[in-house]
């Protein structure tokens, strides 16, 4: 299935046309969980790995045998799919209890070599906000699924640029580690949507004029709603609050409107979908959330960090994205038309289970010369 990213809800472009020069296209990657093909992108599927290839691996020494089991972390997350909605059987509790049995793996040793996790599979021909070496058309990523590397004490990243039609014989089985520092750490297997949006800067990397505007027409709108709601008083901002007195598990049944707190939640998302959305910059006009190739950079959490390429000094811009949700409450307009009816559902907000930094890491490279070394930054 395709993924639509819904038109923004204003051009923003017809009203401050000064931001086409803060404009960048970026791939949305839409990863939902299932299984790929080598030939296929995806996220922590079987890659386009050459047979007769070396499978990178981490070489830095650090503890290795110690943290979550990757076949543990695998089953809890199908145990806990399959039984989603309703109470876990009693095989299902047995299943939980045995996958965290234990977290060591004794005969691995702090300073041997550890097979590299793989992370994504992007093809230019799905792609086309990926920028590498000339004449490559695939893009293999890895980490060390240990947070320990570096002075910023996070994963070790490593790319891989390749032409597909130079691989021969893909490699089987392909190497993993068996364990992981966090779970956090170990991607799901997803199959990718990919979907190119445009973005625009960051609201506080704008010029000084841009933003005074910007803030101002913010401003006008919920002046705009401020006067709607003093006509509307009374009429629709009590609705939720009379479902929650409705809603009472201990009274008798001829006076609870709702039975259930499954009942009640399902009157509190409809009423919430009868509330007008908020339209602002930076939740609907400026940056997609979720998995992404190219775009730009939201520096929500800190102030804006130069990220210059260590080689030659050139402004690098984000190759990828990788967040810990698809949309989040300040981003739903950003949500694609085909899961709008499953809005809430984990496998659509958190379809790949990672969560780096503070639910953001992005990889960067230099677009002067794709070759020099990448850099990451967080948020």
Do not use: N
């Amino acid at each position: 299935m395709t993924r639509t990213t819904p038109p923004r809800p204003v051009d923003v472009e017809a009203l401050f046309p000064a931001l086409a020069q803060y404009r960048r296209t970026a791939t949305r990657l839409h990863p939902r969980q299932g299984t790929a093909k080598p030939e296929e992108s995806s996220v922590a599927g079987p890659l386009l790995w050459p047979a007769d290839e070396p499978w990178p691996v981490c070489t830095a020494v650090h503890p290795k045998g110690t943290g979550h089991l990757l076949s543990d972390v695998r089953l809890r997350r199908r145990v806990q799919d399959e039984s989603r909605g309703r109470d876990f059987t009693a095989e299902e509790r047995r299943l939980l209890d045995a996958a965290t049995r234990g977290t060591h793996v004794p005969e691995l040793r702090d300073e041997d070599p550890l097979p590299m996790l793989a992370v994504a599979q992007l093809y230019t021909r799905d792609v086309p906000d990926l920028v590498g070496p000339e004449g490559h058309d695939l893009l293999q990523v890895f980490w060390c699924p240990f947070e320990v590397h570096g002075p910023e004490r996070t994963l070790d990243v490593a790319l891989r640029w390749r032409r597909s039609a130079d691989v021969g014989a893909v490699l089987t089985p392909q190497p993993e580690p068996p364990v992981a520092g966090r779970e956090e750490c170990v991607p799901t297997p997803c199959v990718l949507h990919p979907e190119q949006v445009v973005e625009h800067e960051y609201l506080g990397l704008l010029g000084e004029e841009l933003q005074e505007g910007i803030a101002e027409w913010e401003e006008s709108l919920l002046d705009e709603e401020d006067e709607g709601d003093e006509g509307d008083e009374g009429d629709e901002g009590d609705e939720e609050d009379d479902a929650y007195d409705a809603y009472d598990s201990s009274a008798p049944a001829e006076y609870a409107t709702y039975a259930t707190y499954e009942e009640y939640e399902a009157a509190m998302a409809a009423a919430r979908a009868q509330e007008p959305d908020e339209i602002d910059y930076m939740s609907d006009l400026s940056i997609a959330p979720g998995w992404k190739a190219g775009g730009f950079a939201s520096w929500h959490l800190t102030d804006p960090a130069r990220v210059d390429c260590p080689a030659c000094g050139t402004p690098m811009p984000p190759l990828l994205t990788v967040a810990s949700v698809e949309r989040d409450g300040a981003s739903r307009s950003w949500l694609p038309v085909e899961d709008r009816d499953a809005a809430d559902d984990p496998r659509v907000v958190d379809p790949v289970g990672v969560y780096l930094g503070r639910g953001l890491m992005r990889v960067h490279t230099c677009p002067a010369e794709p070759s020099h070394p990448h850099r990451l930054s967080f948020q």
